[in-house]
């Protein structure tokens, strides 16, 4: 399989209806076989306190060495004698080894704190990294979003009140149990604390679960017909029911508000009649604004990075609060963007928890993987964060 946003993986879950997968690349050639590939080439630059070090230790020890082979000729001149033996000693003894000790016990100090505050770091190298960056590159979904679009907002259509569209839009959503439905069972509760309904066989309850043909969803009970889908298809739907009925005039404005927005719009209907929308969006983890303002105020500029359209990410991107976005972008431009900064001298760090993020996550001088990611984004990055939050 490619690496679309219509491919599948080993793993994947079918969480309604059903799909038909074309198996279209090569042995060697699938998307795990090129993350694999990009993230055995990423190779992590040394730190500036790394380098200084290295230079330091190469500097000393060569002082050293000099001043070791110096004092056989002394010691002759002063009449004196001095033993092979007793020069290896003094040379080691002078030797500075203790000074790359000293930077392994930092590393650990700094990786116990971190765990203090459920961060997981798996060496004490990205410990000393991460007081250098100034840059830090985020992935959307599952990072600064919760990854499943959820119910933000009830719009009715004229002459309908949002509670009413909220409680046809429970009805719809009772039998739908992808997080998507759920959420709007949930939204009703908390705007107007509309409960479950507690319907049984008397009610003649007959469930339409989606499918792609429909691309609806909803319930028929006591002669009433409810649906929740896509647009067109249920204007066709209600248009099947009444061919006369009238389609709100507000309905296509409030549907083009949505999607401009990077939402998804899911039209509401009761028997004839166009109730409003349904507004899902995909939702910012709670407190990641008040985060990434947070880096803003030290001096970092952060940037979001997602294959979303530019529609879709500019408004996510605003919502955040990032200094920067890409939208569209493949793991390879992940990487590229990565080793762009790197090149004009930036620290990087990068924060990611999907399959498609382990090669940037390799690359980046600080690799932070959610704990909810997947096992290769765990495994590429150099930093663990157990709340993934």
Not at 57 to 84: E, N, R, W
Not at 190 to 203: A, C, T, V
């Amino acid at each position: 399989c490619g690496g679309d946003r219509s491919a599948v993986i080993a793993g994947t879950r079918v969480l309604s209806d059903w799909i038909i997968v074309s198996i279209r690349s090569n042995p060697g050639e699938s998307f795990l076989d090129k993350m694999i590939e990009l993230v055995e080439g990423a190779v992590r630059q040394k730190t500036p306190n790394e380098i200084a070090l290295s230079i330091l230790l190469i500097s000393l020890t060569i002082v050293f060495l000099l001043a070791t082979a110096t004092i056989q000729p002394f010691v002759i001149y002063a009449g004196s004698s001095s033993t092979i033996t007793k020069l290896v000693s003094l040379f080691v003894a002078l030797a500075p080894t203790t000074i790359g000790a000293l930077l392994s016990a930092i590393g650990i100090a700094g990786m116990n704190r971190l765990l203090q505050i459920n961060v997981l770091a798996f060496s004490g190298r990205s410990v000393e990294a991460s007081g250098d960056v100034d840059v830090v590159i985020l992935d959307k979904t599952g990072t600064i979003t919760l990854g499943n679009r959820q119910a933000a907002e009830f719009i009715p259509v004229k002459n309908i009140t949002e509670k009413e569209l909220a409680e046809v839009a429970q009805y719809a959503s009772l039998s739908d149990e992808t997080p998507e439905g759920r959420s709007v069972v949930i939204l009703a509760k908390q705007r107007f604390n509309i409960r479950e309904h507690n319907l049984s066989e008397k009610d003649n309850l007959v469930f339409v679960p989606f499918t792609a043909q429909s691309r609806m969803s909803g319930i028929d009970f006591n002669g009433d017909v409810i649906r929740k889908g896509a647009t067109d298809s249920v204007i066709q739907f209600v248009k099947s029911l009444n061919n006369n009925v009238v389609i709100p005039e507000d309905l296509k404005a409030i549907v083009e508000n949505i999607s401009r927005s990077g939402g998804t719009p899911l039209v509401v209907s009761k028997n004839s009649q166009i109730m409003g929308v349904i507004y899902l969006k995909d939702i910012l983890k709670g407190g990641i604004k008040e985060k990434i303002q947070g880096l803003t105020h030290v001096g970092i500029r952060s940037v979001m990075v997602t294959g979303d359209n530019p529609l879709t990410a500019a408004a996510i991107a605003a919502e955040a609060g990032v200094s920067d976005f890409v939208a569209e972008a493949k793991p390879e431009d992940k990487l590229d963007l990565i080793k762009k900064y790197q090149a004009e001298g930036h620290m990087v760090a990068m924060i990611g928890d999907g399959t498609n993020d382990a090669p940037a996550l390799a690359k980046a001088d600080v690799g932070i993987a959610m704990n909810t990611g997947t096992a290769a984004a765990r495994e590429a990055g150099n930093m663990l964060d157990l709340d993934s939050n």
